[in-house]
């Protein structure tokens, strides 16, 4: 960036430095007070300096609200960036990540996040703290498994996944209410029935545990040593309706197939509590298809509701 | 559409100029895939003259209606932002030109799917549309997905329907099932349309 830049531009709210082999930004951009948006894409930008130090203090952190800086050699998300508190908009679209940093969450006010076209391997379960975030793009990576907590981004409108490597989602993934489009395309999804058959019995802790909550016998934390006050704070509740029942670590993993407004069948990831509590129809039969009709009728209905828009291909 | 006896050689210098054009040709009875394809593509695209039309969603590509051909066809420009795509489709009946405006897309064909589909759809070709190129599609030639494949660039582009429809059908990749949507339309003669 040209020297003097904040001194002839102090007003300057906008600034495209696209297309033109930059390799670092420097400390010209912490004196522009009122920059709001800020375009870098196809530079030369992933080295060390590649953003000034001291951004976090400088105006711009509370003023940048848009950052592109995709197409550019960032092998990982500059912490210095985390530091923008006001952003609302970034993309690191087309780069050279290969994660996503836990500390993304700092970055409160994000709506829109671009991360397609990079080498992400795995999501941070912290990505699910951004309770502004609507856009999210995680195409053409190499993500196998989407964290649960992806759920809690209740203001979720779009979540484009295609090209990536999961076999299957979790199913808190139904808890996305505002969800209008999800791309699955060129995930090698699952498409038959799948049991884990391998499943540790419960340890002698874990039934005193489920026994203690499912009969909600009563305790307070001067009863127990405090490490099993908080493990008894981590029951799940198992999502079998017919059930009821609790888990703590000891658990099924088991993919079920849902219907999304009858047309598409997704494989969602289900924890039970134990291998009985499935279905009914769980050991006779092998069909996959009379399988997710029974189970999912439920949940079918529910999804069928909320996500409308299934992109699936 | 068949081919009449004299087949026009036509260069549009300008948006309004091809769309008078195609409002003569297709005033006609019969018309020429091959004449409409070279018009399209003799247009050399000038984003003065249809940035107002190029009007894009942060969520999804958008269509957004230049003129409606007396009722004879639909033309369309469509913007896809970095990474939007479109599903698997028919064209219902009709014809399809796309033309590249701006960046570049990427056009996958598929073979129709058997009776009741139920396996992986059949992937025929695919290739990367290049400012300025025009592709051609209907029915009987298969159906397709359009795709902005960059990660940096949007891309915008033109597109005739004739005749024009609003409902078509989407295809699962992976079991060839298909179900029919309606289309509509972001903005119309460079207005946001109010949903």
């Known amino acids: 960036l040209p020297a003097g830049l904040s001194q002839w531009f102090p007003a300057l709210e906008v600034l495209d430095v696209s297309g033109t082999g930059l390799t670092e930004m420097g400390t010209e951009l912490l004196s522009l007070p009122c920059l709001h948006t800020l375009l870098a894409k196809n530079n030369r930008l992933g080295g060390p300096g590649s953003l000034p130090k001291g951004l976090g203090q400088a105006p711009l952190a509370r003023s940048l609200r848009v950052l592109n800086l995709s197409g550019n050699r960032f092998s990982e998300v500059p912490p210095a960036l985390l530091q923008l508190r006001g952003l609302r908009s970034l993309s690191l679209g087309g780069n050279r990540l290969h994660g996503i940093p836990p500390d993304i969450q700092e970055l409160q006010s994000l709506e829109f996040l671009y991360l397609g076209g990079n080498f992400i391997t795995a999501i941070p379960p912290e990505l699910g703290n951004l309770p502004s975030l609507r856009y999210l793009v995680l195409c053409d990576n190499k993500i196998q498994s989407i964290p649960p907590q992806l759920a809690q981004l209740h203001s979720l409108r779009s979540l484009s996944l295609h090209n990536n490597l999961l076999t299957y989602l979790p199913r808190e993934i139904l808890n996305l209410v505002h969800l209008d489009e999800l791309s699955l395309r060129g995930n090698p999804l699952v498409v038959r029935f799948v049991r884990d058959l391998t499943y540790n019995p419960p340890s002698l802790q874990e039934l005193a545990g489920r026994t203690i909550k499912t009969r909600n016998v009563p305790y307070t934390p001067s009863d127990l040593p405090e490490s099993l006050v908080r493990y008894l704070s981590l029951a799940s509740n198992c999502p079998n309706p017919k059930c009821g029942g609790v888990y703590f670590d000891s658990c099924v993993r088991q993919i079920k197939f849902v219907d999304f407004c009858g047309k598409y069948r997704l494989p969602l990831m289900h924890y039970l509590c134990s291998p009985e509590c499935s279905s009914p129809f769980s050991s006779a039969s092998q069909s996959s298809t009379s399988q997710s009709e029974s189970d999912s009728e439920d949940e079918a209905s529910v999804a069928a509701h909320r996500m409308q828009k299934v992109l699936l291909g | ?195």
């Not at chain 2, 969520?59 to 698997?88: A, P, Q």
């Not at chain 2, 064209?91 to 073979?111: A, P, R, V, Y």
Request: hydrophobic share 30%.
């Open chain 2, 1 to 195: 559409m068949e081919q009449p006896v004299q087949t026009e050689t036509w260069k549009a210098r300008s948006l309004e100029e091809l769309v008078r054009i195609l409002h003569q040709i297709f005033a006609e009875d019969k018309v020429s895939v091959d004449e409409v394809q070279a018009l399209m593509e003799s247009y050399e695209s000038n984003p003065e003259e249809w940035l107002q039309y190029a009007k894009f969603d942060q969520y999804r590509y958008t269509r957004n209606l230049v003129d409606n051909g007396n009722g004879k066809f639909n033309l369309m420009i469509l913007c896809w932002g970095e990474g939007h795509g479109s599903s698997i489709h028919d064209h219902t009946d009709s014809h399809c030109f796309m033309k590249i405006l701006q960046g570049n897309l990427k056009e996958t064909l598929f073979e129709w799917p058997e009776k009741k589909g139920n396996g992986e759809m059949t992937k025929k070709s695919e290739r990367a549309l290049r400012e300025n190129q025009c592709a051609y599609i209907n029915d009987s030639i298969g159906l397709h997905r359009v795709e902005n494949i960059s990660h940096t660039e949007p891309a915008v582009s033109l597109h005739l329907y004739s005749p024009p429809f609003n409902s078509c059908n989407t295809f699962d990749q992976r079991t060839g099932h298909k179900h029919k949507v309606t289309m509509t339309f972001y903005s119309q003669f460079g207005e946001r349309t109010v949903c």
